[in-house]
Structures are given as structure tokens and as C-alpha cells.
């Protein structure tokens, strides 16, 4: 065994190449202020237009790279400068035909310009099944077409290709070299970033458990500490003061925006059950049923709206905050399934949504507790474990990362790799729940530049590729 990992470390050595690890910082408060992000609106020059296919078609926004924030070693890029990097992405992802039609990278020598608005006749994201759409919008808003923004910043780390060429005297199989990669992979990532991660973390809230009363009910955020440093939230007795759930109107919004969107879906299946002359159950009053959860998608709007006259960034009151919470609660001990369900989902979904807006909120960031922005920690991780993997024939946990980048290896999940000695990886962007990217099925998108291109700073000649997961 201690000679075969030898071999694949040797191996490794040989074939490692350098590359920068682009993060998103997580949790989302006291985030640095980096012209770097993904997502969010582009910053363009007077004379600069949104770029467009040759159809007319705009491309949608990605990400930005402030050269001058990425570290050393940094290769080939430019020290200064800001690239922005659009593609388009309708809901096939099929990109075939010159890269112009579906992906463009602008470069700019400096940081002058303005942040654009999209042009009115910017498709929506995925054609309209973007996550966000199939799940917080409600009917009668707009469909997305731009990303909710996260700032990223940048480490160096090492990379190692999918498959190097390996003598076959070595006694060392590829499917041995995969897993060392995997697991030196999440070890640059720990190293670099200096958090190891806990793909594990889970939230509570909105899973089932038994009252003292023996009754099955859903589970609500509980108080949290607030934000406020020492010694001001610190009470006469040295604890820590703490606040009661909701804290932020924004995680008001989002909770009951999700529960619009689920009963609204249970409302459908259920008048389709009815039309059909169908019973949903014996034990059930499916009118009942159908009258109870519009009234829960009219008390859900109500809140929604309530929010959005208060302000998504602001706190609520002691007073509106327990009104809020006594709702749920009432809703967290209905005796059926089909109403806990829109809550149990709703606080699962809206939560995290009400998380991922506080990377574009500092006031928001601030008032919703860092307690519950933790235990979403696993919806960001960088690595992931699978815990299911312990098994005789698989006896330790498979380790991968997924991870935005820029040079090296471009870590794939269908073994693309480079087109040619001289393509360079100017950036891997993958799927990523914190800003609702979704790339063909889990899948990544990878610009390419060819090495001479990039010294002469062409980047009008870089090509682009998806994958799926």
C-alpha cells in the first residue's frame, strides 16, 4: 500500500499545476468590498454595449475579475484590468457554432465605466425554468435574468488533470489516482481558505418532531444571538443577548414567497384530483383542504407585502415578529400533512434564500443571526462528502470539491480537459446554490484562451464550453 500511494504521488508531483481558487466568502456578513463577484449587473464603459449573439440575442452576466485583486502567482493574466464574462444560457445549453453566439468576455484596462441594467430584451435565465423561478417567483412578476451577486475572493491552490498519463508498470490504476486528486483537492481547498468546511451542517427548522403533548410538528427557527459585538449585547449576567425568530423582514419575505409558490402547487394538483372526481384520501375533506391553503396563499401574499412596505433590509418589531411567528406556529401543528408540508418546505427554502440575499445586503447581513447562516453552511461547501459510500467494497467516504477557478487543470465532470497544449483555463465556473447558478445537469461552463491570445490580450477570441454533472 505505502509503495502504490509512493507511485501516485510521484505521479501527482509531475503532473500538479498551480491555479487560483475563486471563493465565495461564506457566512455572507462583513463581506469585503472586491470589484471582483459572480452575478450581479456588469460595469461597462460609456462606450461599451451589453454584448449581444450575432441574432441580436444578449448574452447573460456572469462574473467579473478584477485582475489586480487575484494573487501571485497569477500566470499569464494581466496584473491590472477587469474581465466580465457572459454567455448564453437558455435552458438546453447546447453550444454549438461560433463561440461569439453563446459566450463573450469583455476586458477593460481599467475600473471606469457604470453598472448596466439589462437590456429589455434579455431572455430569462434557462428560458424560465431558472431555480428561482420554479420556486420563490410569484405569478405575476417577471421571470429572472439576472443572477443574485456574491463578491469572490481568490487563493492559490494546485490543480491535477483527469486523466495523465500513467505507466502501466506502475502497478497505480486510474481509478487509485482519481481518489488521491479528490482528496488532495479538498485538502488545497482547507489549506488555502483556512475553513474546513462541514458539508454535513444541517438546519432544523422544517423538519418533524413531537411536542410534550405527543404531537407531530414542524420545527421553527429558534432565537439567536443578535449581531452586536461586545460588550453591547453582552447582558448584566455576561450572557450573550439573543433574539427571538423572524429577525429581518427579508427573512419574512422569502419564507412566505416560498409558501405562495408550494400551496400555490398543491392548490393545482389538488382541483385536478376534484375535476378528475377523484378523492385525495378517505380521512380528508379535500374542500376543506383546497379552502385552508388559498387562505394560507392569501395570508402568505399579505406577509409578503408587508415585508416589501417595511423594507427587506430593515428589522422587524418585537410585535410583528411574534404576530409572524404565532402563524406559524399555528400552521406548524395542522394535522395535516398537506398544510405542514407547505410550511416544513417553505421555511427550508425560504430561509435559504433569505441567506443568499444578505451576500447583496449588508443591512440585511446584519440582522439575520450568523447562528442560522451556519447551519446552512452545507449548502456553500466547497467539498462534499458521500457518507453513504461506507460500505465493504468502499470502505472510506468519497471526497470531491466543487469549486470555481481560474488556470491549472479544469476539474470536469464528463473529462473535456484541455483542447490543445496551448489552451489556457481562463475560467471554470460550476453550478452553485448560493447563486442559483445551474449549468446544463450540475454541470460547469469553461473559457479558454489560447496562450498567445492571452499575452496579447485578445480576449475577444476566447472560446467556451459546457458540461453536464
Known amino acids: 500500500m505505502q509503495m502504490l500511494e509512493a507511485q501516485i504521488e510521484l505521479i501527482m508531483k509531475k503532473v500538479e499545476a498551480p491555479a487560483v481558487l475563486a471563493m465565495r466568502p461564506y457566512p455572507p456578513v462583513d463581506l469585503p468590498e472586491t470589484w471582483s463577484q459572480l452575478g450581479g449587473l456588469p460595469i461597462l464603459p460609456a462606450e461599451t454595449d451589453w454584448p449581444r449573439a450575432s441574432d441580436g440575442t444578449p448574452l447573460h452576466f456572469l462574473a467579473r475579475i478584477d485582475c489586480s485583486e487575484l494573487p501571485e502567482p497569477r500566470g499569464a493574466l494581466p496584473d491590472s484590468g477587469i ?32 453598472a448596466v441594467s439589462p437590456p429589455a430584451d434579455l431572455p430569462p435565465i434557462q428560458g424560465g425554468q431558472h431555480t428561482y423561478d420554479r420556486g420563490m417567483r410569484l405569478p405575476d412578476e417577471p421571470q429572472t435574468r439576472i443572477y443574485p451577486s456574491w463578491p469572490l475572493t481568490f487563493k492559490n491552490i494546485r490543480t491535477w488533470p483527469t486523466e495523465p498519463s500513467i505507466d502501466p508498470r506502475s502497478g497505480v490504476t486510474l481509478a487509485a489516482y482519481w481518489e488521491a486528486v479528490d482528496r488532495a483537492s479538498a485538502a488545497e481547498i482547507v489549506r488555502s481558505t483556512g475553513r474546513p468546511t462541514n458539508p454535513l451542517m444541517q438546519a432544523r427548522w422544517g423538519e418533524y418532531e413531537f411536542n410534550r403533548e405527543g404531537k407531530r410538528i ?47 402547487e398543491r392548490i393545482g394538483r ?33 406577509w409578503v407585502g408587508r415585508a416589501q412596505s417595511a423594507g427587506l433590509d430593515a428589522a422587524i418589531s418585537e410585535a410583528e415578529a411574534k404576530e409572524y411567528k404565532d402563524w406559524l406556529t399555528h400552521l406548524a401543528g395542522d394535522d395535516r400533512f398537506e ?3 407547505v410550511l416544513s418546505r417553505g421555511l427550508k427554502r425560504g430561509m435559504s434564500y ?44 468519497r471526497i470531491n470539491t466543487t469549486h470555481h477557478q481560474l488556470l491549472g487543470h479544469a476539474p470536469t465532470s464528463q473529462d473535456i480537459g484541455v483542447r490543445t ?9 460550476v453550478s452553485d ?12 461552463i469553461q473559457f479558454w484562451i489560447n496562450a498567445k491570445d492571452l499575452a496579447a490580450k485578445r480576449f475577444d477570441r476566447v472560446s467556451a464550453n459546457t458540461q453536464g454533472g
Not at 427557527?221 to 453591547?232: D, G, L, T
Not at 389538488?270 to 392569501?298: C, F, I, N, S, Y
Not at 446584519?366 to 461506507?390: C, K, T, W
Not at 446554490?433 to 460547469?444: P, Q, R, S
Request: proline share 4%; charged share 25%.
Open 83 to 114: 474581465l466580465q464574462f457572459f454567455a448564453r444560457l437558455d435552458e438546453e445549453m447546447i453550444w454549438e457554432g461560433q463561440a461569439f453566439d453563446y459566450s463573450r468576455v469583455l476586458y477593460s484596462a481599467t475600473r471606469a465605466g457604470r
Open 218 to 264: 414542524v420545527v421553527l427557527p429558534q432565537a439567536a444571538r443578535v449581531h452586536e459585538k461586545p460588550p453591547a449585547a453582552l447582558l448584566s449576567d455576561g450572557k450573550f443577548q439573543t433574539a427571538e425568530f423572524p429577525q429581518a423582514w427579508i427573512m419574512v419575505e422569502r419564507i412566505a414567497r416560498a409558501m405562495t409558490s408550494l400551496a400555490g
Open 270 to 302: 389538488l382541483r385536478k384530483t376534484l375535476q378528475a372526481g377523484k378523492k385525495p384520501t378517505e380521512d380528508l375533506d379535500p374542500e376543506k383542504l383546497l379552502t385552508d391553503l388559498e387562505h394560507v396563499t392569501r395570508q402568505s401574499l399579505s
Open 339 to 341: 398544510m405542514t408540508d
Open 354 to 397: 433569505a441567506v443568499k440575499y444578505c451576500a447583496g445586503s449588508r443591512k440585511a447581513a446584519a440582522l439575520v443571526p450568523v447562528a442560522y447562516m451556519n447551519r446552512l453552511e452545507g449548502e456553500h461547501a466547497m467539498i462534499s462528502a458521500d457518507i453513504f459510500a461506507i460500505e465493504i467494497a468502499v470502505p472510506r467516504w
Open 421 to 429: 497544449a496551448k489552451d489556457i483555463l481562463l475560467l471554470h465556473l
Open 433 to 444: 446554490t448560493g447563486v442559483d447558478f445551474m449549468f446544463c445537469d450540475c454541470g460547469e
